[in-house]
């Protein structure tokens, strides 16, 4: 089993449509969550942390932690082209640098 | 501009070769990272350093040895380069269990 996992995609989502990504995690001590964005041939740039569970907003983006079912996920409102890119989901355990990331899911919005 | 930087952008070498790559940071963290990005885009930490001390070291060849002279600099040095080292490289820092920000990364390619 993967530490970290989202589904690859590619996952298309019609303009002005919610985009809804997933990723589940093993570690259960696991207690900092994140995503990010990477557009081909860029750096992962952060959009969202979340620590506790339940909704966290910020703009378009929500992020959403369960973790008893060990479940985060990243809705995006009102999608945009320019939110096509690949979206990475981290992790890491209290007090420990390491961030275990998932293989990312491929976001496309249609215009 | 507050960022963190890499050099150099790209880096072309042979087989048998030895390559450094050097990263900067000016956002005052204490605690900085190497990643490295397969073909497959998969992300994968490979060490960190926390105020100039080694905290993380994962099962990297001995090839590989990073070297922080202060807590904004952190360097990675490449012995003996092979076909397998081809990746994206990326520094990135945070403050001691924070949000970790990337740099622009570096993009290796063994011939």
């Known amino acids: 089993q993967k530490e970290v996992e989202q589904n690859s995609g590619p996952l298309s989502v019609p303009e002005g449509a919610i985009a809804s990504l997933n990723c589940t995690y093993s570690d259960r001590v696991s207690q900092s969550f994140f995503w990010y964005r990477q557009y081909s041939g860029k750096s992962p740039e952060l959009i969202m942390s979340i620590y506790s569970n339940g909704d966290k907003e910020d703009g378009r983006f929500t992020a959403q932690l369960n973790k008893a079912s060990q479940y985060v996920s990243l809705l995006i409102r009102d999608s945009q082209p320019s939110d096509s890119a690949t979206y990475l989901c981290?992790?890491?355990?209290?007090?420990?640098?390491?961030?275990?990331f998932g293989t990312g899911t491929r976001l496309t919005i249609i215009p | 501009d507050t960022a963190v930087s890499q050099t150099p952008k790209y880096l072309v070498t042979q087989m048998g070769n030895d390559k450094s790559i050097k990263c900067e940071q000016n956002?005052?963290?204490?605690?900085m990272y190497w990643y490295k990005q397969d073909s497959k885009k998969f992300l994968k930490i490979m060490f960190s350093y926390n105020n100039k001390e080694l905290i993380i070291n994962e099962t990297v060849p001995n090839r590989f040895s990073p070297k922080s002279p202060d807590k904004a600099h952190l360097n990675l040095h490449i012995n003996s380069l092979e076909l397998g080292d081809s990746a994206v490289y990326f520094c990135a820092s945070s403050r001691t269990s924070g949000e970790q920000f990337f740099g622009p990364g570096t993009r290796l390619t063994v011939l």
């Open positions: 981290a992790v890491s355990r209290f007090g420990n640098e390491k961030l275990t």
């Open positions: 956002l005052g963290h204490d605690t």
